[in-house]
C-alpha cells in the first residue's frame, strides 16, 4: 500500500497538483487522472482499489500507463509505503474522476538549488548571503 510522501509539499491549482520536495530541490507538477491519483494516494489506498474504482466509473486506461505513472512517482520518492495499520477508505462511491487525460509527471530542477539552500544555517558572515553546501548533490 502507497501514500503521498509526508515530506513533500503539495497544492493543487486548477487542474493541477504542484509538488516540492524541498531536501532535494526539485518541483513537479502532475495533471490529467493524476490529480485524482494523487488525491486517492492521500488516503492511503492500494493499486486494486485504485483498478476498482476506475472500473466502477468506466474509465479505461491502459494498465502498463497506470502502472508506469506510479512507478514515477515512487521513483521520485512522492508516494511512499505506507505504514500497515493505516486505514484503507472503504467508500468508493464519494470519490468522482475530474478528468480521463492520461496521467502525467513533469519533474523541474530550475531552481533546486534555491529551493534546497537553507538561508539560515547557510550563510557566509563575510559575504552575507546564503552559500551551496558542497555535498549539494549535482544535478543531470
Not at 521513483?75 to 462511491?93: I, Y
Not at 538561508?119 to 543531470?140: A, C, I, M, Y
Request: with cysteine; hydrophobic share 40%; charged share 20%.
Amino acid at each position: 500500500m502507497l501514500i503521498c510522501n509526508p515530506k513533500i509539499v503539495s497544492e493543487e491549482f486548477d487542474n493541477e497538483i504542484i509538488l516540492i520536495d524541498i531536501e532535494k530541490g526539485l518541483y513537479f507538477t502532475i495533471g490529467g487522472l493524476g490529480v485524482d491519483l494523487w488525491r486517492l494516494y492521500s488516503m492511503p489506498c492500494s493499486l486494486e482499489y485504485i483498478t476498482q474504482l476506475l472500473s466502477e466509473h468506466h474509465i479505461n486506461i491502459d494498465p502498463e500507463v497506470l502502472s508506469s505513472f506510479i512507478d514515477q512517482l515512487q521513483k521520485n520518492n512522492l508516494l511512499v509505503s505506507a505504514a500497515e495499520n493505516l486505514d484503507v477508505p472503504t467508500s468508493r462511491s464519494q470519490h468522482l474522476f475530474s478528468s480521463i487525460l492520461t496521467p502525467s509527471l513533469s519533474i523541474y530542477s530550475d531552481l533546486a538549488e534555491l529551493i534546497a539552500i537553507d538561508p539560515v544555517h547557510e550563510v557566509d558572515k563575510s559575504l552575507g548571503w546564503p552559500v551551496r553546501q558542497e555535498n549539494f548533490p549535482k544535478l543531470t
